[in-house]
Structure formats: C-alpha cells, structure tokens
C-alpha cells in the first residue's frame, strides 16, 4: 500500500483546499513558484520547507516573519509531522497534516465520472471566481483589485484656479469702470476720447 500525504486548509484564503504533497523537497510560501503557494499577507515569500526522509515529512521554517507552527508549538528546528498535527502559519493560517493509504487493488472512480456536470449547474456555466479573503495580497501590480472610495479621485484643480481669477479679473475691471465713472473721470483716464 503506498501512503499519500496532504495538507488540508482549514482557515485561510481557501478553506477546505488540499495541497497534496509529492517530492523530496516542498518550499512552502506566498510566492507561486512555490509547490504549495498560499497566497496571503502573513505568510512570507519562502516561509518553510517540507523535506521527505524515510518515509516521513520533515517541516521546518525558513526564516519567515511570522513563524510556523505544529499543534500551537513555534518550531526552532526541523520537525517530523504526524498524521492529524495542526499546522499553522502565522495566526490566521491553519492547515492539518494528513496522510492516507491506497489500496492499488481497490476500485477507482472513472475520469469520466468527474467530468459529468452536477444537475444544478449547466455545463456551459463557467465556476464562479474566487471570494476575496482578507488577507490575501495581489501577484503582481497589474492584478490589484480596484481602487478604494479615496483613491483614484483626485480633483483637477487647474480649471477651477483658472475660472476664479478670471472671474477676480473682470470684477476688478469692473469695479474701475464704475470708479471712473462715478467721478466723472472718462476725460482723465482716457483723453483720446471725444467729447473731453
């Protein structure tokens, strides 16, 4: 019988995922080019690393911000995992260690089985995209989500700087005309016209 190894996700950015682990080496973290990347704010770029020896999976932490955890423990150094231990990353991170046996004789489920569509879907009906998680943080620039309600509008304020001292303007214009009128000053200020 040959074992199978996973890490459930219990809370996080997609509880109920499972990580399957297969390889000798696993970097955990929130960079994709990770094996098991989880894409969230409190787990480091490269937070901790699965090492496969004699048969078991050995976890240690790589130097990461918020610590890993076994069963509420912080780990010091490498640790061999045990069916059912709770691993944490950081506070809000936790995923079980799991691992099962298969039975190669034992009757398996058809590909095409999974490929029938369920009833209350149509099969032309793309999946719904993923919620937001709080902690999640965006792969790259190019993908954050959008603006907050203070960001991207900031008010051009030329036109209105523009339009108040042009107004400004003409009321000083305005305001000598009727000056110059009021005491009879037209042949003072203007001697070329006719009539002085």
Known sequence: MASQFQLIMR?????????????DQLNIGRDSTNEVSINDAEISRRHARLTFQ?????LEDLGSTN?????????????????GEVVSFGE????????TTNDPGATMVSPRAAAVPSASRPASTPPPPPAEYAGSVPASPAMSPAAGPDEGKRTNMTPVIIG???LFILCLCGGVLWYIDANFLWCT????????
């Open 11 to 23: 809370t996080g950015p997609t509880p109920g995922a499972t990580f399957t682990l297969e390889g």
């Open 54 to 58: 004699g048969g078991k999976y050995v």
């Open 67 to 83: 610590g890993t955890f076994v069963n509420g423990q912080r780990l010091a150094g490498p640790r061999v995992l045990k069916a």
């Open 92 to 99: 809000q991170i936790v995923l079980v260690f799991e691992v």
């Open 164 to 166: 108040v001292s042009v």
């Open 189 to 196: 200020f203007f001697p070329f016209l006719g009539g002085c």
